[in-house]
């Protein structure tokens, strides 16, 4: 049971997996696509930080920078705060506010579908839907 100021406690000492070792819950996020150049920012428990983006680098080493930006501030380590890279994702255990992506190449969410596909594939889908509905029609009737 968590004892105030406690926010979790999983009863093991292993981090990320929702509660860390310290009691404090998860926060993070998890960026997609491939940096072209820019800026990712945001705040960590208020905390101001920035990374710059490099053209042609991984998603995977842009986010060990992040981690390393949250582990060398001498304002977030003395508060306790931790990071560590899941893949693509930032898992801390420090609270994440106001993430900024001034990066054309990166969102913060997965793309969407159908935006995606373009005016091209749009059709294509509709028409996929079409041919669809005929074999379902045809056997309907059948
Ligand atoms: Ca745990």
Not at 69 to 95: K, M, W
Not at 119 to 124: E, I, S
């Amino acid at each position: 049971m968590p004892q105030p100021p406690e926010e979790c406690d999983d009863g093991n000492q292993v981090n990320s997996d929702g509660c860390w070792s310290n009691c404090r819950e998860d926060d993070g996020f998890e960026l997609y696509g491939l940096p072209l150049g820019g800026e990712v920012s945001f705040e960590v428990e208020g905390t101001p930080l920035s990374v710059e983006t490099q053209d042609g680098a991984s998603v995977a080493s842009l986010m060990l920078a992040i981690v390393s930006a949250i582990q060398s501030d001498p304002q977030l380590q003395a508060l306790g705060v931790d990071a560590l890279r899941i893949g693509n994702r930032l898992a801390t255990n420090g609270q994440v506010a106001n993430v900024q992506i001034a990066d054309p190449g990166l969102t913060l969410t997965l793309p969407r579908f159908v935006p995606a596909l373009g005016p091209g594939g749009l059709l294509a889908l509709a028409a996929g839907i079409g041919l669809a509905a005929g074999i379902v029609g045809r056997r309907h009737s059948a």
